[in-house]
């Protein structure tokens, strides 16, 4: 599509051709001459006049309409869900820590990943010219904090009598063997309760992400219901405003005639121009809504979508609806919240710190045990197989550091155990407010939906009077006012019910399960 300064060009090109066809019997260098002459001209004019024209385009109309270009129309409740947990930026950032419990994970596991040593010694100056090498193949196992090893030892050259335990056949010495722990460590140890810890932080992320998805989702729903509410109200105090405007042009003609006094229609104006501020005011708080909205309403590629606010849905599909059944469901959500979750999982790892404290009270025994056989020649010493056994043993005197950490570590249990009892009976207490909210919600409802009726025909029937000239403009307008603010309020009492809804699954953390 041309643009108001692609114009001139435009014309300028049709404009020469056909003075080009007009001029075919002048020579073709006084044919070139006047046809640039013409289009100088014909370019000056333009675009003296593309520039005028240019000047009269103001820069916020251009805005507006590449705002409502890009504007959409508004979502469901579901879909507006579904975008802001798929694409939000803020939940990836939340997703991102089921990758990092992950890794945790994965880095306590890697604690009994299998693993290959080897050590060579070899005396390069002196008497004695010895060398060995030793290599050891160990694969730990979780019980017992044992391992199993599999050894091959070889060593060539002289070596001292107090460095024997080197010495091999010419082909090496093959062993196989076990080491375990009998007391400390035998139950529990470092690695075992890394491992487990790591296996809670990701449940502990789960129900953690749930919580702070739930909030999201939580803010989210509630710009979006308060958008709507302000755009219903706009609806409904938009057509009022329209049948006062034809009923304005009527009191025009009367006063004309002079069936009424002018004073009557200064009245009539001055309450049409409260019912046009009330308007502005409504689509100031909608388009401030709207404006938020658009942080939550994302695409695909997580860009932020703006909403059109002239015309509301006419179905929300609201998934938040409360009945008898759902409100059992609820209830027993509340057992399974995830911010208990958190806290039983919480507790969960100090019991097994309290338990790798107690491990550390115990005394430390040992068991080493292997089979070794040397093969080749030389002494006859070395000769046959050998089985070794081995035990070690050692305690702390005093122990403080393990007595010390055990005590912190029960304080702890109590801390979390207290803080459990709290978070519960908040929990709770935050649930039954919100249903008592609901409850009376509904009966508000009830009430205004009679209260706007009422209004209406009340507002209906004044006009009747007045037109019989039984009333005056005073009344009137009062009725009129009276029927906009009962109309608003009836939309208001309609969404705070939703409201009481939404907050009722907030609560129960129903909003998005994290899985």
């Given at each position: 599509?041309?643009?108001?300064?692609?114009?001139?060009?435009?014309?300028?090109?049709?404009?020469?051709?056909?003075?080009?066809?007009?001029?075919?019997?002048?020579?073709?260098?006084?044919?070139?001459?006047?046809?640039?002459?013409?289009?100088?001209?014909?370019?000056?004019?333009?675009?003296?006049?593309?520039?005028?024209?240019?000047?009269?385009?103001?820069?916020?109309?251009?805005?507006?309409?590449?705002?409502?270009?890009?504007?959409?129309?508004?979502?469901?409740?579901?879909?507006?869900?579904?975008?802001?947990?798929?694409?939000?930026?803020?939940?990836?950032?939340?997703?991102?820590?089921?990758?990092?419990?992950?890794?945790?994970?994965?880095?306590?596991?890697?604690?009994?990943?299998?693993?290959?040593?080897?050590?060579?010694?070899?005396?390069?100056?002196?008497?004695?010219?010895?060398?060995?090498?030793?290599?050891?193949?160990?694969?730990?196992?979780?019980?017992?904090?044992?391992?199993?090893?599999?050894?091959?030892?070889?060593?060539?050259?002289?070596?001292?009598?107090?460095?024997?335990?080197?010495?091999?056949?010419?082909?090496?010495?093959?062993?196989?063997?076990?080491?375990?722990?009998?007391?400390?460590?035998?139950?529990i140890d470092k690695r075992r309760t890394e491992l487990r810890n790591a296996g809670l932080a990701t449940s502990q992320w789960q129900a953690l992400a749930t919580s702070l998805i739930n909030d999201f989702v939580y803010k989210g729903v509630s710009e979006y219901i308060a958008w709507y509410?302000?755009?219903?109200?706009?609806?409904?105090?938009?057509?009022?405003?329209?049948?006062?405007?034809?009923?304005?042009?009527?009191?025009?003609?009367?006063?004309?005639?002079?069936?009424?006094?002018?004073?009557?229609?200064?009245?009539?104006?001055?309450?049409?121009?409260?019912?046009?501020?009330?308007?502005?005011?409504?689509?100031?708080?909608?388009?401030?809504?709207?404006?938020?909205?658009?942080?939550?309403?994302?695409?695909?590629?997580?860009?932020?979508?703006?909403?059109?606010?002239?015309?509301?849905?006419?179905?929300?599909?609201?998934?938040?609806?409360?009945?008898?059944?759902?409100?059992?469901?609820?209830?027993?959500?509340?057992?399974?919240?995830?911010?208990?979750?958190?806290?039983?999982?919480?507790?969960?790892?100090?019991?097994?710190?309290?338990?790798?404290?107690?491990?550390?009270?115990?005394?430390?025994?040992?068991?080493?045990?292997?089979?070794?056989?040397?093969?080749?020649?030389?002494?006859?010493?070395?000769?046959?197989?050998?089985?070794?056994?081995?035990?070690?043993?050692?305690?702390?005197?005093?122990?403080?550091?393990?007595?010390?950490?055990?005590?912190?570590?029960?304080?702890?249990?109590?801390?979390?155990?207290?803080?459990?009892?709290?978070?519960?009976?908040?929990?709770?207490?935050?649930?039954?407010?919100?249903?008592?909210?609901?409850?009376?919600?509904?009966?508000?409802?009830?009430?205004?939906?009679?209260?706007?009726?009422?209004?209406?025909?009340?507002?209906?029937?004044?006009?009747?009077?007045?037109?019989?000239?039984?009333?005056?403009?005073?009344?009137?307008?009062?009725?009129?006012?009276?029927?906009?603010?009962?109309?608003?309020?009836?939309?208001?009492?309609?969404?705070?019910?939703?409201?009481?809804?939404?907050?009722?699954?907030?609560?129960?953390?129903?909003?998005?399960?994290?899985?």
């Amino acid at each position: 599509m041309a643009t108001v300064k692609q114009l001139p060009s435009t014309t300028n090109a049709a404009t020469i051709i056909w003075w080009g066809k007009k001029l075919g019997s002048i020579n073709m260098v006084m044919r070139s001459l006047f046809i640039t002459a013409i289009a100088l001209a014909i370019y000056i004019g333009a675009s003296a006049s593309s520039a005028s024209a240019s000047s009269a385009i103001a820069q916020p109309q251009n805005s507006d309409q590449a705002q409502t270009q890009s504007a959409r129309q508004a979502p469901t409740i579901e879909a507006l869900i579904d975008s802001m947990v798929s694409y939000h930026p803020y939940v990836q950032a939340i997703n991102e820590g089921n990758y990092q419990a992950a890794a945790e994970l994965e880095i306590a596991r890697s604690s009994f990943d299998p693993f290959i040593e080897q050590k060579t010694k070899s005396r390069v100056s002196g008497y004695y010219d010895g060398t060995n090498l030793t290599q050891r193949f160990t694969n730990p196992i979780e019980d017992f904090n044992a391992s199993v090893f599999g050894e091959y030892r070889i060593a060539a050259g002289d070596f001292p009598s107090y460095e024997g335990y080197y010495d091999t056949l010419s082909a090496g010495e093959a062993s196989v063997g076990v080491a375990m722990s009998l007391l400390q460590n035998r139950e529990i140890d470092k690695r075992r309760t890394e491992l487990r810890n790591a296996g809670l932080a990701t449940s502990q992320w789960q129900a953690l992400a749930t919580s702070l998805i739930n909030d999201f989702v939580y803010k989210g729903v509630s710009e979006y219901i308060a958008w709507y509410e302000s755009a219903l109200q706009i609806q409904a105090v938009t057509e009022l405003l329209n049948a006062a405007s034809e009923r304005e042009k009527a009191l025009v003609t009367r006063v004309e005639k002079g069936d009424l006094a002018s004073i009557v229609l200064t009245e009539f104006k001055a309450n049409l121009l409260q019912q046009r501020l009330t308007l502005a005011e409504l689509k100031q708080k909608r388009d401030m809504h709207a404006q938020m909205l658009s942080f939550y309403w994302r695409s695909p590629n997580g860009d932020m979508l703006a909403i059109n606010n002239e015309q509301p849905p006419n179905e929300i599909s609201w998934p938040f609806w409360i009945g008898n059944g759902q409100l059992v469901t609820l209830r027993n959500a509340l057992h399974s919240h995830p911010e208990l979750d958190v806290m039983k999982l919480e507790q969960q790892v100090v019991e097994n710190k309290v338990a790798l404290a107690d491990n550390a009270l115990l005394p430390k025994l040992d068991l080493t045990a292997s089979i070794a056989r040397d093969v080749g020649a030389g002494s006859k010493t070395l000769e046959g197989t050998e089985t070794k056994v081995g035990l070690s043993f050692s305690y702390p005197l005093g122990n403080r550091k393990a007595k010390a950490d055990r005590a912190q570590l029960q304080s702890k249990q109590r801390e979390l155990a207290h803080k459990l009892t709290s978070t519960q009976q908040a929990i709770v207490q935050r649930f039954e407010q919100a249903l008592v909210y609901w409850t009376q919600a509904k009966d508000i409802v009830s009430l205004q939906s009679e209260n706007a009726a009422l209004a209406k025909t009340l507002s209906k029937v004044e006009k009747t009077r007045f037109d019989a000239g039984d009333s005056d403009m005073f009344v009137l307008n009062a009725r009129a006012q009276n029927e906009i603010k009962a109309r608003i309020k009836e939309i208001k009492a309609k969404v705070d019910l939703l409201k009481a809804e939404l907050m009722l699954h907030k609560e129960a953390a129903m909003l998005h399960s994290v899985k």
